[in-house]
């Protein structure tokens, strides 16, 4: 399928975006697909301010990254975003990674819903203002499937601090794809990369808050939830390598 090139730009993978092994984390990869959505809006006028003024937001209901070959330091990738309207009150947005070469290395399937910014409420057929800037049809999919863990382990807390909180005052979404990632155990990334992460983003800890981790095994992968305090889930995760 052919998309607007509009909405396509190069990403450089810097030292940072890796892992000890010098291979793109995911999380960092994520952040990629993050900045280019950021910046599709921004190109068609919707700004934090326009968003703050219709009293829009967009919330993060589930993403999944597939890697066909991991990418490594050095690399510059090329990526399209391609959002999708409104079905079933959820707007699917695909992002495409291609490598220097043109070959497909990556795709990240997320899902979003677009609430009013007071009330909280979804609006489940989008809005006018939004809506005819997105594809109407994007048939492709990547599965939200995340396998849970017939027992966890206790992992160390997190507080949503300065590393992990962003300028909306809670855990960014990346984050949490890193706190996954850093559950899979070392001698296991020293082998393979992590191929495959799934997120499901349950609700906000805000800044200041306390995140508690744990996990385990689940269909030859590895499952992580972190909960709030008060026993509700935050976000739940599977990766597989």
Known sequence: MAYDPNFTEQFFINRHDADFMGRLKPGSLLRFAQQLATDQNTKLGFTNDFYVEHQLAYLLARQTLVFSRVPVIDETLTMTTV???????????????????????????????????????????????????????????????????????????????????????????????????????????RQAPIRRLSIVYHREVPLGEMLSLASGTAENGWYTVGTKAGGDAAFEAWCCV
């Open 83 to 189: 959002p999708e309207q409104s079905k079933h009150a959820v707007n699917k947005r695909l992002t495409l990674v291609n490598d220097e070469q043109g070959n497909e290395v990556a795709c990240v399937d997320s899902r979003w819903v677009l609430v009013d910014a007071a009330t909280r409420h979804i609006l489940r057929h989008g809005s006018p203002l939004l809506e005819p800037h997105w594809n109407a049809d994007v048939a492709r999919t990547l599965d939200q499937t995340i396998p849970k863990a017939q027992t966890t382990a206790a992992l160390a807390p997190r507080h949503a601090d300065y590393l992990l909180c962003d300028l909306n005052g809670h855990i960014n979404n990346c984050a949490y794809a890193d706190l996954a990632c850093a559950s899979v155990p070392l001698d296991t990334v």
